[in-house]
């Protein structure tokens, strides 16, 4: 079935640090894949998708490139903030027609002034 | 503002107790979800709506119960049978055609006394 690895956690960086989470994906076919972000005691965001191969999502000066070569989407941000400080969650659909996500288990940045 | 709303944000439940968490949104989407999250795990899918009237089980539903009255609200009860209920409880909802990303609710934090 569809399935979702993260990097295990937590990843504890410097201010201004490069960050690299991993995730890799199995899935029929090629459907979108999502970063959502959760800060402490709050619900999920929407950090960035891609909708197709090839695809590279970005944000709040994070990317992911959706590689299907590698089964990959991981999540890149070349100088972290204090403020990125949250649990970073990657999912993709399980069925192209209920809308239901599958998550991987959560990385946990702490980025340290 | 569109979104979702989710009450109380706190809720505590002696054992034994019926407890309801209540899911609102404004977006006009069709589908509803409910998660589960637990310290350092990811979402666990409890039950999804996409219809009106309509709702199925997710992965762990059991002692958990549902209604889908109005496309706006997907109100989750807990149950006696609920063993462990403690937990961070989610709810999403998105447009039901795949691909597209689900909005997160800010959670209710549910503690057993």
């Known amino acids: 079935g569809d399935s979702v690895t993260q990097m295990e956690g937590p990843v504890t960086l410097s201010e201004e640090a490069f960050l690299t989470i991993n995730c890799t994906y199995t899935a029929t076919g090629y459907p979108s894949l999502f970063w959502y972000v959760q800060y402490p005691g709050e619900g999920l965001q929407l950090l960035l998708k891609a909708t197709k191969a090839d695809d590279k999502g970005s944000n709040k000066g994070f990317e992911a490139t959706y590689r299907k070569e590698t089964t990959s989407f991981h999540l890149e941000k070349g100088s972290v903030q204090v403020s990125d400080s949250a649990v970073y969650f990657c999912?993709?659909?399980?069925?192209?027609?209920?809308?239901?996500?599958?998550f991987g288990q959560g990385t946990t940045l702490q980025v340290k002034p | 503002d569109g979104g979702i709303t989710q009450s109380p944000k706190y809720l505590f439940r002696k054992e034994g107790q019926n407890v309801t968490l209540s899911c609102e949104q404004n977006?006009?989407?069709?589908?509803m979800y409910w998660y589960r999250q637990d310290p350092g795990q990811g979402l666990r899918l409890i039950y999804y709506s996409q219809i009106v009237n309509d709702f199925q089980k997710g992965d762990i539903a059991e002692g958990y119960s549902v209604s889908r009255e109005k496309k706006e609200s997907f109100p989750l009860t807990v149950t006696s049978a609920q063993k462990n209920p403690t937990a961070f409880y989610l709810c999403?909802?998105?447009?039901?055609?795949?691909?597209?990303?689900?909005?997160f609710g800010q959670g209710t934090r549910l503690t057993v006394v």
């Open positions: 999912a993709l659909p399980i069925s192209s027609n209920t809308g239901k996500l599958i």
């Open positions: 999403a909802s998105s447009i039901v055609s795949g691909g597209l990303e689900a909005f």
């Open positions: 977006l006009n989407h069709d589908a």
